[in-house]
């Protein structure tokens, strides 16, 4: 039977779950860095990858290391706010306790949606990698891609112990595969590939920034988890750093290595599944497989780790009344409706025909989500240097969105349509939710 009643504060990410069940104490320095790295990982580089190419053509990496510069400003700006908060939560808690509890109501929404893309983004990547590893035809990609999410939905409604997989191995491997494709690109290394540099423009390579930014999230999931941490206040602001810059540094050797290994052309036109291509071309056969479960593996982990942390959150926002009560709903423990209600709508974005879209969606999402978590810092921190790396952050996000918007403006309406409507969407429900809060207010006490 489903039971209303609250339970007792839930772990956020898998690892963190599995720590709890053996017993293992709370997390170190090298347990939460791999987190945040899994969580970022996980769909990254082998989504935007050709993506990052079409766009930025053979500065690439130069997308990513502005990418990674954003979310280095953006992870100070959640770990100043953590630290001044002394508890787990993200932004809906900042929000709160800062005094703005309908701007955190409606961004813990907007953030909900923004996992809800990712979650596709992740399916997609799945769904490509394995009809392609097959020699299937693209109409199967979707089907892959709706059947790892409802497998992963199935493992997560068993329970925190069939669903606390181990991430340990997981990031290992992914690692490795990149890292041994990459070195390979490294021992091929000639400047005559990437010349001119310049073949996309500045321009070419500020929108690939803007439009692959959602490949930095899954950083901030730890701040959820802030009171899992061993010496929070001291763990959570280098875990945050280390893995943004390790992330960042993955991300720039496996695209140089890649574009190395095969042309841009080739990067482009296979741009679903760009890293097999650069598996073949180094390895062979067995290149082109082993780069193939790379990409399984960090998909599904990374689809595990959002569906595990999502719905909880879900389930503790409804449980604050700021999200439909049948969010709040549980069953043994577990956030059952939040749980099928991501799996069914992520598996209907999956469907996109373009990863382009997927991507460009959820970095907005990102952009707006971070863009408001710095704003909040510089607002609220104290000290000029605090405030200044938050505000520089809050231009930056704001800057990538505004980016982001005139390209599709100008190269793809149909997308900006499509974000645009879904954010309508958003807002919309979020006002019907508030009027009707407001008419039936919850416990018989004033709505807020």
């Given at each position: 039977m489903i039971s209303e009643s609250p339970t007792p504060k839930a772990a956020f990410h898998p690892r963190t779950a599995a720590h709890r069940d053996k017993g293992l104490g709370k997390l170190r320095l090298r347990d939460a860095?791999?987190?945040?790295?899994?969580?970022?990982?996980?769909?990254?580089?082998?989504?935007?990858?050709?993506?990052?190419?079409?766009?930025?053509?053979?500065?690439?990496?130069?997308?990513?290391?502005?990418?990674?510069?954003?979310?280095?400003?953006?992870?100070?700006?959640?770990?100043?706010?953590?630290?001044?908060?002394?508890?787990?939560?993200?932004?809906?808690?900042?929000?709160?306790?800062?005094?703005?509890?309908?701007?955190?109501?409606?961004?813990?929404?907007?953030?909900?949606?923004?996992?809800?893309?990712?979650?596709?983004?992740?399916?997609?990547?799945?769904?490509?990698?394995?009809?392609?590893?097959?020699?299937?035809?693209?109409?199967?990609?979707?089907?892959?891609?709706?059947?790892?999410?409802?497998?992963?939905?199935?493992?997560?409604?068993?329970?925190?112990?069939?669903?606390?997989?181990?991430?340990?191995?997981?990031?290992?491997?992914?690692?490795?595969?990149?890292?041994?494709?990459?070195?390979?690109?490294?021992?091929?290394?000639?400047?005559?590939?990437?010349?001119?540099?310049?073949?996309?423009?500045?321009?070419?390579?500020?929108?690939?920034?803007?439009?692959?930014?959602?490949?930095?999230?899954?950083?901030?999931?730890?701040?959820?988890?802030?009171?899992?941490?061993?010496?929070?206040?001291?763990?959570?602001?280098?875990?945050?750093?280390?893995?943004?810059?390790?992330?960042?540094?993955?991300?720039?050797?496996?695209?140089?290595?890649?574009?190395?290994?095969?042309?841009?052309?080739?990067?482009?036109?296979?741009?679903?599944?760009?890293?097999?291509?650069?598996?073949?071309?180094?390895?062979?056969?067995?290149?082109?497989?082993?780069?193939?479960?790379?990409?399984?593996?960090?998909?599904?982990?990374?689809?595990?780790?959002?569906?595990?942390?999502?719905?909880?959150?879900?389930?503790?926002?409804?449980?604050?009344?700021?999200?439909?009560?049948?969010?709040?709903?549980?069953?043994?423990?577990?956030?059952?409706?939040?749980?099928?209600?991501?799996?069914?709508?992520?598996?209907?974005?999956?469907?996109?025909?373009?990863?382009?879209?997927?991507?460009?969606?959820?970095?907005?999402?990102?952009?707006?989500?971070?863009?408001?978590?710095?704003?909040?810092?510089?607002?609220v921190l104290s000290g000029f240097w605090p405030r200044l790396f938050s505000g520089t952050g809050f231009l930056a996000c704001l800057g990538a969105l505004v980016v982001l918007v005139v390209q599709l403006i100008l190269h793809?309406?149909?997308?900006?349509?499509?974000?645009?409507?879904?954010?309508?969407?958003?807002?919309?429900?979020?006002?019907?939710?508030?009027?009707?809060?407001?008419?039936?207010?919850?416990?018989?006490?004033?709505?807020?």
């Amino acid at each position: 039977m489903i039971s209303e009643s609250p339970t007792p504060k839930a772990a956020f990410h898998p690892r963190t779950a599995a720590h709890r069940d053996k017993g293992l104490g709370k997390l170190r320095l090298r347990d939460a860095a791999a987190m945040a790295v899994g969580g970022m990982i996980g769909g990254g580089i082998f989504s935007v990858l050709g993506v990052t190419v079409a766009l930025a053509g053979h500065l690439a990496v130069g997308s990513f290391i502005i990418g990674g510069a954003i979310a280095m400003v953006t992870a100070h700006s959640f770990a100043a706010l953590s630290i001044r908060a002394g508890r787990s939560g993200g932004l809906f808690v900042y929000l709160h306790n800062a005094g703005y509890p309908r701007t955190g109501s409606y961004i813990s929404w907007l953030l909900m949606f923004g996992y809800l893309i990712a979650l596709a983004v992740y399916g997609f990547t799945f769904g490509h990698y394995a009809a392609h590893a097959f020699g299937l035809p693209g109409a199967f990609a979707n089907g892959f891609a709706a059947l790892i999410l409802l497998v992963f939905l199935g493992i997560n409604l068993r329970g925190v112990g069939a669903s606390a997989l181990s991430e340990d191995v997981v990031v290992l491997i992914k690692v490795a595969v990149l890292a041994l494709i990459s070195a390979i690109g490294f021992a091929h290394f000639s400047p005559e590939r990437l010349a001119p540099p310049d073949d996309k423009g500045l321009a070419g390579v500020i929108i690939a920034s803007a439009s692959i930014f959602v490949a930095y999230e899954g950083f901030e999931l730890l701040c959820y988890d802030y009171d899992d941490l061993l010496k929070p206040r001291w763990t959570l602001p280098r875990a945050l750093y280390l893995s943004v810059a390790m992330v960042t540094l993955v991300y720039v050797t496996v695209t140089i290595g890649s574009q190395m290994l095969v042309s841009d052309s080739v990067i482009v036109a296979q741009k679903e599944v760009a890293f097999a291509a650069a598996g073949q071309a180094a390895l062979g056969p067995a290149g082109y497989w082993i780069a193939s479960l790379g990409a399984l593996l960090a998909a599904s982990s990374a689809i595990n780790a959002t569906l595990f942390s999502t719905a909880r959150q879900m389930h503790e926002i409804a449980l604050a009344k700021e999200l439909p009560a049948v969010f709040a709903r549980s069953r043994a423990g577990l956030p059952v409706p939040a749980l099928v209600f991501l799996a069914v709508f992520g598996a209907s974005f999956a469907m996109l025909p373009d990863i382009t879209a997927l991507l460009t969606f959820g970095s907005a999402v990102f952009l707006a989500v971070f863009g408001a978590t710095n704003l909040l810092a510089c607002l609220v921190l104290s000290g000029f240097w605090p405030r200044l790396f938050s505000g520089t952050g809050f231009l930056a996000c704001l800057g990538a969105l505004v980016v982001l918007v005139v390209q599709l403006i100008l190269h793809d309406q149909a997308t900006l349509l499509l974000i645009g409507g879904s954010m309508a969407t958003v807002s919309a429900l979020r006002l019907a939710f508030a009027w009707h809060r407001k008419r039936n207010p919850p416990n018989g006490a004033a709505a807020a």
